[in-house]
């Protein structure tokens, strides 16, 4: 089915109860179709149009009139929230599922498959291909300085651009701070050069390099508390070169934590408005979601995507309408770091963010 279709079949797709194992045979069918069937039955939503908690900024289904804020072709999933089901079944049904799910896009956290059974990047590939999922990014760690072998940009760079290449990636990235040398102003340059570097040869390459945030790139400097590393990152890497991958969920967290500075004084921090003033320099992001929670350290506790108090409606309509080819550059990958039910969390994910329409809020 076209990518231009998907949107018209959605709900189709997304009504069917029985889920269909592909190719990992019968067993593999029976194991995910009983669990995503208990894990929705779980979460089925109320009668009525809601779906999880409407907070009244477009947490319902928005089955009304208006242009869908989700751009087409532009939804994926960051595969770490399905890393149970793809460690014990492999790839192969958990692509399947995601096609049915209406996903576009996957954003890779390793190329094994447990259990499964080997696998080789041609063939990972090909079976994404298969199911019409494009590979548009993947998370590799920065370094590991005390092993020279490791998998990382710092230790292996070549092999790890090799990788990237074969699996045709857009994109390569690290979900590592830039933390190596410290916290300090000068340690956060010396990472933002490592940065340059890895960019540097990921264009030659046709690739993009990004770093994914947590919320602790927010916080200030030890020497110099008055600055914001994350400023600082920004400051000192070529835009041409580096990139980010905006963790909304985490970037909230730190909007929580480090709106002030250690002596009290406000520091004002608006995830949304960083986007907009640089928004070239976010083709990635992870839609992850939180319920308002300020007896926890990070002001949120995470939940599915629509069961949480995120505004994903706005974000998404202020990114999408008002950056230059908003809908056509930027990609939006779904995530869950522990999902009770990760094939569940990635089907509602999907049927929420395909729901939400343009109207009052957020436009």
């Known amino acids: ?52 908690q409407d907070h009244g900024h477009g947490h319902g289904h928005g089955k009304g009139k208006g242009k869908p804020v989700l751009p087409p072709g532009r939804l994926g999933i960051q595969l770490y929230s399905l890393r149970d089901k793809i460690s014990t079944l492999g790839f192969a049904p958990v692509f399947a599922e995601l096609e049915k799910y209406g996903y576009d896009e996957i954003e890779l956290a390793g190329y094994t498959q447990g259990s499964a059974g080997p696998i080789t990047l041609a063939q990972l590939k090909r079976l994404a291909k298969d199911h019409g999922l494009n590979p548009i990014g993947s998370h590799v ?7 020279p072998g490791a998998y990382t940009f710092a230790q292996n760079l070549e ?5 990237a290449q074969a699996l045709g990636l857009k994109h390569i990235g690290t979900a590592s701070g830039p933390f190596r ?11 933002a050069d490592d940065f340059n570097t890895y960019g540097a040869a990921a264009r030659k390459r046709g690739m993009k390099f990004y770093q994914h945030n947590h919320a602790e790139e927010f ?9 914001r590393l994350y400023d600082v990152l920004l400051a000192e890497t070529d835009p041409d070169l580096v990139y980010l991958e905006m963790d909304i969920y985490w970037a909230y967290c730190a909007q929580f934590r480090f709106s002030k500075r250690v002596d009290g004084t406000r520091a004002p921090l608006d995830p949304l408005k960083y986007v907009l003033k640089y928004p070239n320099r976010y083709p990635l992001f992870h839609v992850k979601d939180g319920v308002r929670d300020e007896t926890t350290r990070d002001g949120y506790r995470m939940t599915d995507v629509g069961d949480g108090d995120i505004d994903y409606k706005t974000f998404l309509s202020k990114v999408t309408s008002r950056t230059h080819h908003g809908r056509s550059y ?29 109207g009052r809020c957020g436009d």
């Open 159 to 163: 092999k790890v651009l090799d990788d």
């Open 1 to 52: 089915m076209s990518r231009t279709s998907k949107d018209s079949e959605l709900a189709r797709r997304l009504s069917r109860r029985n889920i269909l194992g592909v190719a990992a045979g019968a067993t593999a069918a029976t194991i995910i179709g009983t669990a995503t069937a208990q894990a929705a039955a779980a979460h089925a939503p109320a009668k009525g149009p809601g779906h999880g």
């Open 330 to 358: 930027h990609h939006w990958q779904a995530e869950h770091d522990n999902p009770v039910e990760s094939l569940a969390f990635a089907r509602k994910s999907s049927e929420h963010l395909h729901s939400l329409r343009t």
């Open 181 to 191: 040398y410290g916290s300090t102003v000068d340690g956060w340059k010396r990472a």
């Open 141 to 147: 760690g920065y370094y590991d300085d005390n092993n």
């Open 219 to 227: 916080s200030f400097a030890t020497d110099k508390p008055n600055v």
